[in-house]
């Protein structure tokens, strides 16, 4: 569905005011640049980490970074990630392919093997998108290795449409490669005679795998390079955080090495608690680690956030002015708490304009059910205002966005004020 914004008809004002509206860096209309009230030295240091200038690759990287970009649930990483993408992804600097685990595949039996299976995927589709001719010997003996079983070929073809038998016998690999990313999530988001067998492949020998993808890496950039298409390669993961803790666990802490071991810039997205995780475990000395700040609450920074809803909706027809104030106040410069509060009041208000006490209803409604999912011990380091620590519980409040991280600081959610007793 397309939308005029601000929006003016009510269901429409709810629909975009939903935590699942998804927005594009790219579309003026509707996106807010943060940039003036949040600090932006972490994009500074990540373009320096991958020797970027002005958008440009200045000279290939020495190593191959593997970078953790951290922050809460709705502090706009992803957004960010793709607005960074979009000014890297050229021919004076990275062939950047920009990965989303949740819309690649099903999240919740997301296996450590599959990182591997969409890396190189997704890595091909990019390939296809920018016309660049490529084709490898060491793709095709993966696509072999993964697809030649009778089984899977019978399963690929009956249950999800997809014939790679001429692809695998011809050894078009890079053909092959497209028709499976088509069906990727689909293929891994049930247990499979395919899905299984591939990561049961990958566990034997993944080293082997990390070897054929780097030659693989090797070659394209030379094709890269003989094309004039760009310099390197850059890897981005947004939705890492979405993973199930035990997969996280095992790729980032637990196997890490696997990770590392591919020659390629990687930059992953991870929540702030399993950034704290990460600080404290020796794999952390592998990665860089940056932060999204959150927006802190200032008479410079009020405005700005409130563009982000009146950007949306249209104000006259659906929000006070000091109906809005509040909303903002209560985000604690959370862009996905702003959103949701906005939402919660005009559901409230079943589309009619939002008062102060409608959005007060909404903004206490919110805190109790926060409140609510809070364990005795949880409570008790609210009252003691004790979340300085990397504690198991500290770092359950930090993921539920019931203590807010500002770089040096730390405060409890707004949502909670008068809860905490």
């Not at 709810?14 to 972490?42: C, G, H, Q």
């Not at 062939?95 to 690649?104: A, F, M, P, R």
């Not at 890269?224 to 993973?243: H, M, R, S, Y």
């Amino acid at each position: 569905m397309s939308y005029e914004f601000p929006v003016t008809d009510k269901f429409q004002a709810r629909e975009v005011t939903e935590l699942d509206f998804t927005i594009e860096p790219t579309d003026e209309k509707v996106y807010v640049n943060l940039d003036s009230v949040r600090d932006k030295s972490y994009l500074d240091q990540i373009k320096f980490t991958l020797n970027i200038d002005d958008d440009q690759l200045q000279r290939i990287t020495k190593t191959y970074h593997k970078i953790i970009f951290s922050g809460h649930r709705g502090s706009g990483k992803s957004i960010e990630l793709k607005r960074f993408h979009n000014g890297i992804n050229n021919n004076a600097c990275y062939l950047s392919v920009h990965i989303d685990i949740e819309q690649e595949m099903e999240v919740g039996g997301f296996q450590p093997e599959d990182l591997f299976v969409i890396l190189i995927a997704k890595l091909m589709e990019r390939i296809d998108d920018e016309g660049i001719s490529f084709e490898s010997d060491y793709l095709a003996k993966i696509l072999n290795d993964w697809l030649s079983d009778k089984e899977i070929k019978s399963e690929l073809k009956k249950d999800f449409k997809l014939n790679l038998e001429g692809e695998i016998s011809a050894g078009n690999s890079f053909l092959g490669f497209l028709k499976f990313k088509s069906a990727l999530k689909s293929i891994f988001s049930a247990s499979s005679t395919t899905s299984e067998t591939i990561r049961r492949t990958i566990r034997k020998n993944p080293s082997n795998l990390i070897d054929q993808f780097n030659s693989i890496l090797s070659d394209l950039r030379e094709t890269l390079q003989k094309e004039g298409k760009a310099k390197d390669i850059l890897f981005i993961f947004d939705g890492t955080e979405k993973i199930p803790y035990r997969i996280y666990e095992a790729l980032f802490v637990t196997n890490s090495y696997f990770i590392r071991g591919i020659n390629a810039n990687m930059l992953f997205s991870v929540p702030i608690n399993s950034y704290f995780n990460i600080k404290d475990n020796p794999a952390a000395d592998f990665f860089q680690v940056h932060t999204l700040p959150m927006v802190k609450l200032t008479n410079e920074s009020k405005p700005i956030l409130k563009k982000i809803i009146s950007k949306r909706i249209d104000p006259e027809k659906f929000i006070d002015d000091d109906a809005l104030e509040l909303c903002v106040e209560k985000s604690g410069g959370c862009i996905r708490q702003l959103i949701r509060i906005v939402n919660r009041a005009m559901t409230i208000a079943l589309g009619e304009k939002i008062t102060a006490d409608i959005a007060t209803k909404g903004t206490c409604s919110l805190g109790e059910e926060m409140k609510k999912i809070l364990k005795s011990e949880h409570l008790e380091i609210l009252k003691q205002e004790n979340y300085y620590t990397a504690d198991a519980p500290v770092l359950d409040l930090l993921s539920s966005l019931a203590v807010l991280h500002h770089n040096s600081t730390r405060e409890v959610n707004p949502l909670l004020d008068g809860l905490i007793k």
